[in-house]
């Protein structure tokens, strides 16, 4: 292990640092957008009991508005990333195998998590390297590391995302027909409502097609039940070891995650 550490440590860094540039971007905007005017001096944020004049009431604003991207964090990581199908996938698949508890949900977010690394890595290595290494040596400003960083995250959602849920987005924000002629013209606020709304749609496909097998099971170990006259016994009581049994012997997880993984090339 400490081996692979150290083979893989700047790999390993870069893309760590990646995922936290998306974020830092963000609130270098936000304190870009809504600094005062003047000095450097006048645009540190600081927090005190004073007379109420508008210097100081937006530097607490600011400092507010920091804090609410900060906490905003997780879900700008669940809601632009591969994160979403993942999840909903595993929480499926435990539902169809029939054990309740098994895998825990921490289990299940965690290996979600690592997977997003997994698929995440070369548009965090690209948002890293295009707008945050610039803007660490002061060579462009925070407006303009924000444009560019960006870019990437756009690319991975826009590959994912479906052509009609884009258009159903486009209408609801009253956008007039042939004004979209690229998709460099797809706004944020149409494309991030889009893509979560199509991965969504893709997991729960994804989650129908797993729950087949398991079903045919269900059925089988129902009528033989009834077949036998051994109506109150619980299905689930005698589906769950054979549900456990076929999942194991076809190597459930190497399959259903390597065909997840695929999903997004």
């Given at each position: 292990?400490?081996h692979?550490l150290?083979?893989?440590?700047k790999?390993i860094?870069?893309?760590?640092?990646g995922?936290?540039a998306?974020?830092?971007?963000?609130?270098?905007m936000?304190?870009?957008?809504f600094?005062?005017?003047?000095?450097?001096?006048?645009?540190?944020?600081?927090?005190?009991?004073?007379?109420?004049?508008?210097?100081d009431?937006?530097s607490?604003l600011?400092?507010?508005?920091?804090?609410?991207?900060?906490?905003?964090?997780?879900?700008?990581?669940?809601?632009?990333?591969?994160f979403?199908?993942?999840?909903?996938v595993?929480?499926?698949?435990?539902?169809?195998?029939?054990t309740?508890t098994?895998?825990?949900n921490?289990?299940?977010?965690g290996?979600?998590?690592?997977?997003?690394?997994?698929?995440m890595?070369?548009?965090?290595?690209?948002?890293?390297?295009?707008?945050?290494?610039?803007?660490?040596?002061?060579?462009?400003?925070?407006?303009?590391?924000?444009?560019?960083?960006?870019?990437?995250?756009?690319?991975f959602?826009?590959?994912?995302?479906?052509?009609?849920?884009l258009d159903?987005?486009?209408?609801?924000?009253?956008?007039?027909?042939g004004?979209?002629?690229?998709?460099?013209?797809?706004?944020?606020?149409v494309?991030?409502?889009?893509?979560?709304v199509?991965?969504?749609?893709?997991a729960?496909?994804?989650?129908?097609?797993?729950?087949?097998p398991?079903?045919?099971?269900?059925?089988?170990?129902s009528?033989?039940?009834?077949?036998m006259?051994?109506?109150?016994?619980?299905?689930?009581?005698?589906s769950?070891?054979?549900?456990?049994?076929l999942?194991?012997?076809?190597?459930g997880?190497?399959?259903?995650i390597?065909?997840?993984?695929?999903?997004?090339?």
């Amino acid at each position: 292990m400490l081996h692979f550490l150290k083979k893989y440590k700047k790999k390993i860094l870069r893309v760590s640092l990646g995922l936290s540039a998306f974020f830092a971007i963000c609130m270098f905007m936000v304190s870009h957008t809504f600094a005062a005017d003047g000095d450097g001096n006048n645009n540190l944020i600081s927090i005190g009991i004073s007379s109420g004049e508008g210097s100081d009431m937006a530097s607490v604003l600011q400092m507010l508005l920091v804090l609410t991207v900060l906490s905003l964090a997780p879900s700008i990581l669940m809601m632009l990333t591969s994160f979403t199908r993942i999840v909903i996938v595993l929480h499926f698949t435990r539902a169809a195998i029939g054990t309740q508890t098994v895998p825990p949900n921490q289990v299940i977010v965690g290996l979600s998590l690592f997977l997003t690394f997994f698929i995440m890595a070369p548009t965090f290595n690209e948002v890293y390297t295009s707008a945050v290494v610039p803007l660490t040596n002061n060579e462009i400003t925070a407006q303009e590391a924000f444009d560019i960083g960006v870019v990437p995250v756009r690319k991975f959602m826009l590959k994912q995302v479906s052509t009609k849920d884009l258009d159903t987005f486009l209408k609801i924000a009253d956008f007039e027909e042939g004004s979209v002629k690229s998709e460099d013209d797809i706004p944020l606020q149409v494309l991030i409502p889009s893509f979560i709304v199509s991965e969504l749609r893709i997991a729960f496909i994804i989650g129908f097609l797993i729950y087949l097998p398991f079903i045919v099971i269900d059925m089988v170990v129902s009528s033989t039940l009834m077949s036998m006259g051994m109506m109150m016994l619980p299905p689930t009581t005698i589906s769950t070891p054979f549900k456990i049994l076929l999942f194991v012997m076809a190597d459930g997880w190497n399959l259903i995650i390597g065909n997840l993984m695929s999903t997004f090339n």
